[in-house]
C-alpha cells in the first residue's frame, strides 16, 4: 500500500459494487490510484484497523450514494462514511476531501448521509458511469502543483475585481401590468440605455421561449444561476430564511455587470428538486451553479455553499461559514465576493452600495416579508406589507425593508387584493420615504416608476425614474418598463427584443412569455411565435387558468380560425373574458343576436373586465360602446393601457377623433 498522498477511497454498499467498479476501472486507466477492492469486504479487527488506516492517509475519499445505501439503515460503508466525515474537522476549509457521488436518481434533500455530505455539491455518475472530464477533475484535486483556487476554490487576489449590477426579479400578473409610455428625448434615452434586468421579487414560473432555449445551450463562460438553498433544519422550518438567503447572495451576483446571473423565477424553480446539473446548467443558460445549505439551531446558523461547474459537476469552490444570527447578516456579500473571486471577475467596491441591517430580526422579517410576496396571494402580500413594516420600524434606515413594504401596496393594489386608490398612495408615501434615507437606490426608483405608471400615468416621469435607476447601477424591473414604453409608442418590434432579452438571463420569466404571447407577438402579426410562446409557458404552469383560454381563442380569432377559437370558449373560467370571447366568435360567424346576447353577459359578470369588452366592441365594428368601455377600463387602472395604440382587436378605431382623444387623455400621442 502506497504512502496514500494520491490515493482515492472508494466507500460503497456491496449492492453497488458493480457500479463502483466502473469508477475504479475508469480512475485507474487514467493512472488513477484507488483504494477498493471487493474481495476483502470483510470485518474483523484487522480489516477495520487496514480501512481506518487508509481513510486517514487517502487524499480523496468518495462515498458511492444510491438508493441502496438509503435502504440500508446498517453496513460497514456507513462506518466508512463517518470516519471520513470525522477526518475533515481537522482539515482546513480550502481542502477538498470528500467527493459524494451519486449514482441514481437518490435526492439530497433528506438522505441519509453524514452532516458533512450535505455540505457539499454531489456529483452524479448514473449507474457509475464515469466521463473524462469527472476523471480529469479529480487528477486536479489530487494533483498538489494544482492552485487551491483551482482546485478547492482559494479566492485570486483582491486587486482583480470590479463590481456593477442590479437584483433579482418581480412584478404584477396580468390584471395588474401598468401600462408605460414616456414622451421625447426622455422616450429616447430611456430605450437606448437599456440593458434588460429585472427587479428583486420575482414571482411568476413559466419556460423558456424557443429563443431562450437555443441561447441557453450557448451560455457564456461567466454565467451563474443561484439555486434554493436546503433547509437541513431540524424542524425543516427555515425555508424562508435560506431561500430568503440564496436570494440575497443572487442580488449581489446581479450587481457584477461581468457575470450573466439567472434570475430568481427560473433558478427557483428547481427547489426541492434532484435535477441532473447538466440540464439544469442547459435549461437556464448557465455554465455555474451555486447550491447551499442553511442549518439552523437556536442563534447558532452553519451556511455552506459550492460552485459547481455543470459541464462536468466540478466543485470549483466550496465553503461553510458558522454564525450567530447576529453574524449572518454580510454572509451574502462574502459568498458573492468569493464567487467573483473564483470566476476572476472585477468588483472594486461596488458592494460598499449593499443596504444590510444590524438587526438581525430585522432581516429575519425581511426574509419572511420576501417569502410571502412570492406566495402572491391576499392573505400572503397581507403578511408581507406587516413584515416589512415591523422591519423597517426595529431599523428605521434598513431601506431594502422599506422599499418591500413599497412593493408590497404596489402588488396588493395591482392584483385587486385592495382598491388602487387604497395602495397606490401608501407605496407612493413608503417609497418617497425610502428614496429620502437614500436618494441613490436604484431599486426605489424602479419602484416609483411603476407607481407613477401604474396609478398615475406619469409616463415621463416614471421613465425618469427609470432612467435614474440605470444612473445609479441598475435594478432588474427595467426591462418591463421598457419594453411597455417601446410598445405604447408604438414600436413592438423593440418591446419584442426587450422581452426577449429578459428571457436570455431569465427563461422561466411568465411575465415576459405571458407579454408576448397575448400582446406583442399578435401586435406584430408574429402568431405562430405567440403559439409557441403560451404553449411553452402552460407546460411549466399548468395550474395557471385565468384568462389563458380567452388570450388563445383571441389570437385564433385574429388569424380566422373561427372553429378552433369557439373550441376555447368554455375552457375559460374567468366570466367576462368567456363570454366576451363568445360574442366575437358569434360576431365573427354572422350570429348578431347570439353575439349581443353575449356581450351583455359579460357586461353583468361579476367586476367585468372593461378592456376585455371594449375589444369585443371594436371588433365588432361598435366605435361609441368600444371607446366607452376602454374609458372605464383606463378610469379602472387596467393594466394594458400600453398596448392600446397597436392592438389588432382594436384596428377599426384607428384614425377616429375619439379615440385619438382617448389617447391623448391617457398621454399616448397616436
Known sequence: MSDGSHAVFLSYASQDTEAAQKICEAFRAAGIEVWFDKSELRGGDAWDRQ?????????????????????????????????AADRTRDMAHKRAFLVPVVIDGTP??????????????WTRLPGGETPPTF???????????????????????????AVKGPTTAGSPPWHSRPALWAIGAVIAVVLSYFAVDKFWLSKRTAVATASAVSQSTMAPEKSVAVLPFTDLSEKHDQSYFSDGLADQILNELARIPALKVIGRTSSFRFKDKAEDLHEVGRTLGAIYVLEGSVRRAGDQIRVTAQLIDTRDSSHLWSQAYDRNSGNVLQLQEEIATAIARVLQVTITDYFKRQYTTKSPEAFDLYLRGIRDLDAATAQSTRRAVSEFERASELDPHFVPAVIGQAYAYVEQAGNGYIPANEGYPHARLVIDRALALDPRNPDAYATRALIRVNYDRDWTGGATDIAKAQEFGGSRITYLPAAKIAGA???????????????????????????????????????????????RAKEVDPDYTNAVAYFDGINLLLRNRVDEAAGLIDAEKEETAREALR????????????????????????????WAIARTYAYRGDKPHALEWLNRSAADHDNVMWTVRTDPMLRSLAGDDDFRAFLSKINIQD
Open 108 to 121: 439530497e434533500r433528506g438522505a441519509s448521509v453524514p452532516d458533512k455530505f450535505h455540505e457539499l455539491q
Open 135 to 161: 476523471v480529469e477533475r479529480v487528477q486536479r484535486l489530487l494533483s498538489p502543483e494544482v492552485s487551491s483556487a483551482k482546485a478547492a476554490g482559494t479566492p485570486v487576489s483582491l486587486s482583480s475585481i
Open 583 to 610: 360574442a366575437a366568435v358569434d360576431h365573427a360567424r354572422g350570429r348578431s343576436q347570439d353575439s349581443d346576447a353575449a356581450i351583455k353577459r359579460a357586461i353583468a359578470a361579476p367586476n367585468a373586465w372593461s
Open 51 to 83: 480501512i481506518r488506516d487508509q481513510i486517514h492517509h487517502c487524499r480523496l475519499f468518495i462515498p458511492v450514494i444510491s438508493v441502496n445505501s438509503e435502504r440500508r439503515d446498517e453496513g460497514y460503508f456507513r462506518r466508512e462514511w463517518a470516519l
Open 489 to 535: 409608442t408604438g414600436n413592438m418590434a423593440r418591446a419584442a427584443e426587450l422581452y426577449e432579452a429578459q428571457l436570455a438571463t431569465d427563461p422561466m420569466d411568465g411575465e415576459s412569455l405571458q407579454d408576448l404571447g397575448w400582446f406583442v407577438y399578435p401586435a406584430l402579426g408574429r402568431y405562430e411565435e405567440a403559439d409557441v410562446v403560451l404553449r
